[in-house]
């Protein structure tokens, strides 16, 4: 995609949404980072039917150790992978309190570190939580790099690097948000709502849906 159209792809998506956000939702730091370690193959929709409940019960780290293990997974059981996911959250619970004061570290090296937590998840804390021009590049994010031409690439490395390349400094910070936003509701993995689409004249995708079908 040419540097004049990407850079009105996102003026575009700006405009139809200036402050986009994660639809986790959390009330603290501790919150999202739980919500975004629960959320790996599931559903933004099914996370938060879970947290409601557990964050409760327990939403800081020290809070969730007192809860255990077991109580944790009775909570998150709707949840795929919610085994191996509790695991994750006690361990990373007792890394907080015990080498950050309980508190969620700033810095992805940091972030990386703790278990469950790997480089797309630390790209989510570091936007959303401490506002750094970071792209989350998950199964949505991947299909848009490719599908429109921003950025291609065979690895959601690839498209990560390939998207920061070319977004516009002024547009990176929400950028993540927009393009998950647009793949979740319109630019969908089956069939994109091509017709609903206002950057569809930008998006060099061959084989956009019309009206009739």
Excluded at 73 to 99: E, P
Excluded at 117 to 129: F, I
Excluded at 150 to 171: C, F, H, M, N, S
Aim: proline share 5%.
């Amino acid at each position: 995609m040419k540097k004049a159209n990407v850079a009105e792809f996102f003026r575009r998506l700006e405009e139809n949404d200036p402050e986009p956000t994660t639809e986790l939702q959390y009330a603290n730091a501790y919150e999202l980072l739980v919500a975004v370690v629960l959320s790996a193959q599931a559903t933004d929709v099914g996370v938060n039917r879970a947290t409601s409940t557990l964050y409760k019960a327990a939403n800081t780290p020290d809070a969730m150790i007192r809860l255990g293990e077991k109580e944790l997974k009775s909570h998150i059981k709707t949840i795929g992978l919610f085994n191996s996911k509790a695991k994750n959250v006690m361990a990373l619970s007792h890394i907080l309190v015990d080498r950050h004061a309980g508190e969620v570290p700033q810095t992805r090296e940091a972030l990386e570190a703790l278990p469950g937590v790997g480089r797309k998840t630390a790209n989510v804390v570091l936007n959303t939580l401490f506002g750094e021009p970071t792209i989350a590049v998950d199964t949505h994010i991947f299909r848009l790099g490719n599908r429109t031409g921003l950025a291609p690439g065979k690895t959601p490395r690839l498209v990560e690097d390939g998207l920061l390349k070319v977004i516009p400094d002024q547009y990176k910070l929400h950028a993540h948000h927009w393009l998950i936003l647009h793949g979740r509701y319109v630019c969908k993995a089956r069939k994109p709502d091509c017709p609903a689409c206002r950057v569809a004249d930008l998006c060099r995708f061959k084989g956009k849906s019309t009206a009739e079908g």
